[in-house]
C-alpha cells in the first residue's frame, strides 16, 4: 500500500474519534480538539491527491476509496450538526442524497468501463462544505462567525444542487440504456 492510500485510510480512522469529540460534552474544549482532527483530516484530503499525481501513485484503492473517506468525514460532520441543532436536517438531506446519486452514477460509469472525474464545481462544493463544517464545529461566541457558518452552508448547499446539475447533465449518457 503506498503512502496517499495510507494517508486516505488515515483519514478514515479519524472520523470515530471526531465523532467522539463532537458528541461528548463532558470533553473539556472538545469543539478545538474536533476541529483540530477535522482539519487535520481535510489536509490530509489534499496531501494523498498531491503526492498521488505528483509521483504517479494513483491507484484503483485511492480512486475509490479516497472520494469515501471525504464522503465519510463530511457526512458524519453534517449528520452531527443536525443532532447538535446547528443545520437543519433538510440541508444535510440535500447534501447526502447529491453524494448517493453522484456515487451510483459513478457505479454505473465504471460497469461502462468509464471514469468519471470530479468537476470544478465538485471540488469548489467540497472546499466550500469542509469550510462551513470547521465554522460549525468551533461554535465560536462571535455574531461575525455564525454568519460567516450559514454563508458557508447555504453556499456549500447552493454548490452542491449546482454541482449535481452539471454532473447529471455532463453524464446524462450513461444512465441511458443502450441495449434499446
Known amino acids: ?31 478545538y480538539f474536533a476541529t483540530a482532527v477535522f482539519v487535520i483530516a481535510c489536509l490530509s484530503d489534499f496531501l494523498d491527491g498531491y503526492l498521488a499525481r505528483k509521483y504517479h501513485l494513483v491507484t484503483n484503492f485511492g480512486k475509490f476509496m479516497d472520494p469515501l473517506a471525504d464522503k465519510l468525514l463530511v457526512c458524519s460532520a453534517l449528520i452531527c450538526f443536525v443532532e447538535l441543532a446547528y443545520v437543519p436536517a433538510w440541508i444535510v438531506i440535500i447534501i447526502i442524497a447529491r453524494e448517493f446519486i453522484i456515487s451510483g452514477f459513478r457505479l454505473i460509469a465504471s460497469d461502462n468501463g468509464v471514469v468519471i472525474a470530479a468537476s470544478y464545481w465538485g471540488k469548489f462544493k467540497t472546499v466550500t462544505q469542509m469550510i ?49
Open 1 to 31: 500500500m503506498n503512502l496517499p492510500n495510507k494517508i486516505t485510510l488515515f483519514r478514515v480512522v479519524m472520523i470515530p474519534f471526531f465523532l467522539v469529540l463532537m458528541l461528548v460534552p463532558q470533553i473539556p474544549y472538545a469543539n
Open 132 to 180: 462551513a463544517c470547521i465554522l460549525l464545529i468551533l461554535q465560536l461566541p462571535f455574531s461575525w462567525a455564525a454568519l460567516a457558518a450559514d454563508i458557508f452552508l447555504y453556499a456549500a448547499l447552493i454548490l452542491t444542487i449546482i454541482s449535481l446539475c452539471e454532473y447529471v447533465w455532463k453524464n446524462r449518457e450513461v444512465i441511458r440504456d443502450k441495449k434499446q
